[in-house]
């Protein structure tokens, strides 16, 4: 495969191709956040507090109540072996009464979020994330949910939107129908890449058969939808060996695929030192890599939805998308526009009203807030007009590839072009390069900057280049490295 420009047919239509210009690509490719909240979460501060959080609860009482059905997040930090490219933030161990001595904790902090939440409790959205959610034992997860649903009202199964995250090397045909009894209805698989040597250079040794059937069993459990993730730039990936992983994908047929770039960040993530940069593929490999499977998926079908996401047409998220409804948080993208989400467990962020506020990233100091009868805010931030505003531009962008100048004129008393006068200055550029078009009424990415989305967004990043919070969640006082991944 060359590197210029490629033409690739999405599933609506040989009328609407996704332009993947390596060339721009290679050229804009720079550091960038992801956008699953604005303001990103680097920019919390200590300052909120538990205090904060109580005030945005009541506001919402006072407003009448949440924005709709609830989503909930539950953290599960647990994992049995570790895999060299994960980021995520997690706790390996074999000692299965630390997840028990967890339990306790994590019951205590729902049983508190639902009390705050009486009378305007209903979920329509849980998802269970990690670590290895999985690690739980049937058993201990037959609890958790009861628990669950004692201080919370869920909707009713076709209505709500119930996930959880499974490394398929956990468990068995008979945990699968488990967890569906349990009210799970959505799964998403841990895949990441089928080829043995690219499992043996990240210590994720995970045979197809096991993966295909983990899926097989869903399927005849009664998930409404299967989810797989995949990564692309791990060591020891060719383009040949994507190749032949993206034929086994399709042949699976999941409902959605998450296809990450494998950001290499040995100097944050411990793990990561453990892989050889010479077994990484160079960069113009992985920009083949991601040109390669776009093309295989948009030509089996798949639409893209967004930055690392596909889905079938028929798919939920396809068809929020093409209603407007599409949302962006922190599990990536969501069918429930501007839910409050409730996150529960350790280092878990939530977005209630107009605030964001993350939980105590280590066990320690979880239990001990917990302890102490408060709930474990460590840090977080209240948004002003200009964050609200900002995050409304972001998040049509992200979720719809274009932008009413109209509608934002009529919520804010704001002349756009005034306003983000800068903003439009800078886009004059990317509009040059065939990545947006703007005139009074639209802002609009094109099909060839949808792949860049996170480039065009971060025009509207006022944060960008300004002091960052401390890793801590200190105010910073100097300017701080932003520690992004690639947007591609």
């Known amino acids: ?18 332009r993947f ?20 979460a680097d920019r919390f501060s200590a300052d909120f507090s538990y ?14 109540g949440a924005r709709g059905p609830l989503s909930l997040y539950v953290h599960v930090p647990f994992c049995d072996t570790v895999c060299y490219y994960c980021g995520c933030n997690k706790i390996v161990t074999r000692d299965r ?7 306790s904790y994590l019951k205590q902090e729902i049983g508190m979020q639902g009390t705050l939440f009486s009378g305007m409790s209903q979920l329509g959205q849980l998802h269970f994330g990690g670590g290895t959610p999985t690690y739980l034992s049937d058993r201990q997860m037959e609890e958790l949910m009861a628990h669950l649903r004692k201080h919370f009202e869920f909707a009713p199964d076709e209505e709500g939107e119930y996930s959880i995250e499974i490394d398929p090397r956990t468990v068995s045909r008979e945990r699968v129908h488990s ?31 096991e993966t295909l059937a983990v899926m097989q069993a869903a399927r005849d459990a009664g998930f409404r939808s299967i989810s797989i993730d995949l990564i692309y730039g791990l060591p020891k990936q060719t383009l040949d060996t994507m190749r032949q992983t993206m034929a086994k994908v399709i042949a699976a047929s999941p409902d959605r695929i998450a296809l990450y770039n494998y950001a290499h960040l ?22 083949d890599m991601l040109a390669l499977c776009i093309r295989e998926l948009t030509a089996a079908g798949y639409v893209y939805i967004g930055m690392d996401h596909f889905a079938k047409p028929d798919d939920d998220l396809a068809v929020a ?45 979880y239990y001990e807030k917990l302890d102490q009868g408060v709930l474990p805010v460590a840090r977080g931030i209240k948004l002003n007009t200009d964050d609200l505003l900002r995050r409304i531009v972001i998040q049509k962008l992200m979720c719809s590839f274009e932008l009413s100048i109209a509608s934002i004129e009529m919520a804010y008393p704001l002349r756009f072009k005034d306003y983000f006068a800068a903003e439009l200055a800078q886009l004059r550029a ?35 280049g300004l002091p960052r919070a401390q890793e801590e969640g200190t105010a910073g006082t100097g300017a701080q490295p932003l520690r992004y991944s690639k947007t591609i």
């Open 179 to 209: 967890l569906r009894a349990q009210g799970f209805n959505r799964v998403s698989l841990g895949v990441q890449d089928f080829d043995p040597d690219v499992q043996k250079a990240v210590n994720r040794i995970q045979p197809e058969a």
């Open 21 to 40: 210009d390596a060339a721009t690509v290679r050229r804009l490719s720079t550091s960038g956040p992801r956008y699953t909240s604005y303001p990103t």
């Open 1 to 18: 495969m060359t590197h210029e420009a490629l033409s690739i047919i999405a599933a609506e239509g040989a009328a609407q191709p996704l």
């Open 430 to 464: 990317l509009e040059q390069d065939g990545l947006v078009t703007i005139d009074d009424e639209w802002l609009s990415v094109t099909l060839k900057g949808r792949l860049l989305v996170r480039n065009i967004c971060m025009v509207f990043d006022r944060y960008l």
């Open 266 to 287: 040995p100097h944050l993530f411990k793990p990561q030192r453990r892989i050889l940069d010479a077994d990484l593929p160079p960069a113009d490999a992985k920009l």
């Open 97 to 103: 009464s630390k997840a028990a001595t967890y339990l």
């Open 51 to 64: 205090g904060n959080y109580l005030e945005a609860v009541a506001g919402l009482k006072m407003r009448g």
């Open 321 to 365: 998308q093409r209603q407007g409804r599409l949302h962006r948080n922190f599990q990536g993208y969501s069918t429930h526009a501007e839910a409050d989400l409730v996150a529960v467990g350790v280092s878990a962020i939530s977005s209630v009203g107009n605030t964001y506020s993350q939980n105590e990233k280590t066990l320690e100091a």
